[in-house]
C-alpha cells in the first residue's frame, strides 16, 4: 500500500523524569480509503518495532480515537475511519486532529496531528434547479440584479471560483467579492423588448476550482415586464367605405380594427371620434367604442351630402394612454329616390291661329335631384299634337314650339301632357298637362 502521508514535519522530545513527550505532525487527504497509512509513529520517533507489543503501544481513546489506528507489529498509523473533512472540521481554517499516544515501560505520551487536507469532493450547488427574474421593460442598461450563488463545502480551491453565464444578447455577468464569497450579479447590457422577447432563458454556471472542476447549473429565467410603449395601429390609414342612401338605422358602415402589442390594459384599445367631427354626422353615424363598428344612426340622404370623412382615434388604455388616428371615408351612393319634376313658364294660353311655325309657346324646364342614371331625364310630348320640345341651350331646358300652322277652326284647344323620364333602374317618372287653346284671327 502506497502511504500518501507527507513527510514528518517535526519532532520534539522533552524529557521530565520517566516521561518522554515528543510532537509529531502528518497530513493526509480526506477520503482515502480505511486501512490507508498516514505515517510510521515507531520509526519517526525512533522506538525498537520489536518491543511495542509489549510496552501496549496505542492511541489513548480521545474523541477522534475511531477514526485512527496504530499497528503494534510495526507502529503506522493508518486510517480506520473514512475521513470526511466537511463534516469533522469547520469550512475555514485548518482541519487538525490531535492524537495522544502511549507506550510503558518507561511512559512515553506522544502528541500527534494529523491534518485532514481538502479534496475536491464535493459538487457546488444551487438551492434551487430554477430561478424567475422579472425585469421592467423600460430598465436602464447597466442595471445589476443579485442571483443566487452556489454552494460548495469544499474549501479554497475546491470551493466556488467562478461563475459563468450562457450565451446571449442582453446581459452580462459582474461577480462581486463579498468577504469569503462571490456572489453573481445580471447586468444588463441592452434595453429589453417585450414585444420582441418575453421571457430569456439563461443558464448560470458555477464552478469550483479543483481539478477537474466541478459545476452546477442554475436556470434563470427573465421575464420582461410590459410597458406602455407601443401606440395602437390602424389596419389601414384610411378606410374607404360605399354605403348606400336610405340605408336602414343600424347598418353597419365599416369596421375600424387597431393593434397595439403591449400586454393587458396596455394593449386594450377604445375607439372615439376624433377632433371637430360636426354635431350633424354625429347624429347619423354611431360608433361601437369597444368593438370599431359604425353605423348608420340616421336618415343618410346623397342628395344633401354626397360624402363624409370622420376622423377616429384609437386609444390604448395604459397610464398614460397612446393614441392613433385614422380616416373613414364614407362615399354615398345614389338611389334613385326623386321624380324628375317639370317647370313650365307659359307665354301665353292664347296662341294665335296665323301664329308661323316654329312659335314658342312656353319655356319648359325639368330637373331631378339624383345623380348620374337617376338625374338624367328625358322628355316627350303627347303625340298627334301639332307641337314639338326643342332643347335649348342650357342642360334640360326646352322650348314648346309649333309644328305647322294652327287652324282654330280645325281645333281650338290642345291639351299637352309632358312626361319627364329619369333613367334610373327603376326609372322614375313625372307628367304634367299644358292647356292651349287657339285665338280667333
Ligand atoms: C414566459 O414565461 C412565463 C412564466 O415563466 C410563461 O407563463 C409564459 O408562457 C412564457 N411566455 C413565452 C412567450 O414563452
Ligand atoms: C434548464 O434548462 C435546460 C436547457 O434549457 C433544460 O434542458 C432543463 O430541463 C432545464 N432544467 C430545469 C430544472 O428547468
Do not use: W
Not at 502511504?3 to 520517566?18: A, M, Y
Not at 457546488?124 to 430598465?139: H, N, R
Not at 353597419?252 to 377604445?270: C, F, H, R, S, Y
Not at 287652324?407 to 309632358?418: A, C, G, L, M
Amino acid at each position: 500500500m502506497v502511504s500518501l502521508s507527507h513527510p514528518l514535519l517535526f519532532s520534539l522530545l522533552f524529557c521530565f523524569g520517566e516521561l518522554i513527550f515528543a510532537q509529531i505532525k502528518y497530513s493526509t487527504p480526506e477520503e482515502v480509503k480505511v486501512g490507508t497509512i498516514i505515517g510510521n509513529i515507531a520509526k519517526d520517533l525512533g522506538l525498537d518495532v520489536s518491543t511495542l507489543i509489549n510496552r501496549r503501544f496505542r492511541i489513548v481513546p480521545g474523541a477522534h480515537v475511531a477514526l485512527f489506528e496504530v499497528n503494534p507489529n510495526n507502529g503506522a498509523l493508518y486510517v480506520h475511519k473514512t475521513l470526511d473533512r466537511e463534516q469533522l472540521c469547520d469550512i475555514n481554517g485548518a482541519c487538525l486532529m490531535d492524537l495522544k499516544i502511549v507506550a510503558e515501560n518507561p511512559l512515553e505520551i506522544h502528541y500527534v496531528t494529523v491534518e485532514i487536507m481538502d479534496t475536491n469532493d464535493h459538487i457546488p450547488s444551487f438551492a434551487e434547479k430554477e430561478k424567475l427574474i422579472e425585469i421592467a421593460e423600460t430598465t436602464m442598461p447597466g442595471a445589476r440584479f443579485q442571483l443566487p450563488g452556489a454552494r460548495d463545502p469544499d474549501v479554497g480551491i475546491n470551493s466556488v471560483q467562478r461563475y459563468k453565464l450562457s450565451q446571449n444578447d442582453h446581459f452580462n455577468l459582474e461577480i462581486r467579492d463579498r468577504g469569503e464569497d462571490k456572489i453573481p450579479f445580471l447586468v444588463l447590457q441592452r434595453h429589453l423588448d417585450r414585444e420582441q422577447k418575453t421571457n430569456h432563458s439563461l443558464i448560470l454556471t458555477a464552478l469550483d476550482g479543483g481539478t477537474p472542476s466541478k459545476s452546477a447549473n442554475l436556470n434563470l429565467t427573465i421575464k420582461v415586464l410590459d410597458n406602455n410603449d407601443n401606440r395602437p395601429v390602424f389596419s389601414k390609414e384610411v378606410y374607404s367605405v360605399a354605403l348606400e342612401e336610405n340605408s336602414a338605422l343600424g347598418t353597419i358602415v365599416t369596421k375600424l380594427q387597431a393593434t397595439d402589442l403591449d400586454e393587458g390594459i396596455n394593449g386594450e384599445i377604445e375607439y372615439s371620434f376624433g377632433g371637430d367631427i360636426n354635431s350633424k354626422v354625429l347624429q347619423l353615424f354611431s360608433l361601437d367604442k369597444n368593438v370599431g363598428e359604425i353605423r348608420v344612426n340616421g336618415q343618410i340622404d346623397y342628395e344633401t351630402a354626397d360624402v363624409f370623412k370622420l376622423d377616429i382615434q384609437a386609444s390604448d388604455k395604459g397610464q398614460p394612454p397612446m393614441t392613433t388616428d385614422c380616416r373613414v371615408i364614407i362615399k354615398i351612393q345614389d338611389v334613385n329616390d326623386n321624380k324628375p319634376e317639370i317647370e313650365v313658364t307659359s307665354l301665353s294660353s292664347m296662341v294665335p291661329e296665323d301664329s308661323k311655325q316654329g312659335t314658342v309657346i312656353s319655356l319648359i324646364s325639368v330637373t331631378d335631384m339624383d345623380s348620374g342614371l337617376n338625374g338624367k331625364v328625358i322628355c316627350s310630348l303627347t303625340e298627334n299634337v301639332p307641337f314639338e320640345l326643342k332643347p335649348s341651350f342650357k342642360e334640360n331646358m326646352y322650348s314648346l314650339v309649333t309644328t305647322e300652322t294652327l287652324d282654330r277652326e280645325t281645333v281650338s284647344h290642345y291639351d299637352i301632357s309632358i312626361t319627364a323620364t329619369d333613367c334610373g333602374q327603376p326609372a322614375l317618372s313625372t307628367f304634367k298637362t299644358l292647356s292651349v287653346q287657339v285665338s280667333d284671327v
